[in-house]
């Protein structure tokens, strides 16, 4: 399964190691995920969502449901 935060689509991010000596290799930034399953009372079940840290704080901030709401609307979420 891909490195992808599920409501927000955030994603790996490709950039420099730089030593030193100014030398520059290839590296990746991936993105702070976790596994966290949520209650949906509206619809009265449990799922199970693969999401940044970020998107875990704006889930505390809106509520879940207004969160699945808008990740719908962009497009990021088809469960």
């Known amino acids: ?4 935060c599920e409501l927000t689509g ?7 190691n730089v030593s030193h000596a100014m030398n520059k290799t ?7 995920l976790i596994k ?3 209650y949906i009372p ?14 875990l704080k704006n889930i505390n901030k809106n509520g879940i449901s207004a969160v699945l709401k ?10």
């Open 1 to 4: 399964m891909s490195r992808v």
């Open 36 to 38: 966290k399953r949520f």
């Open 42 to 55: 509206e619809e009265d079940r449990w799922i199970t969502l693969k999401l940044s840290t970020r998107a």
């Open 26 to 32: 290839k590296r990746k930034f991936n993105a702070n």
């Open 70 to 79: 808008e990740a719908r609307a962009n497009g990021f979420l088809s469960k």
């Open 10 to 16: 955030k994603k790996a991010m490709v950039g420099n």
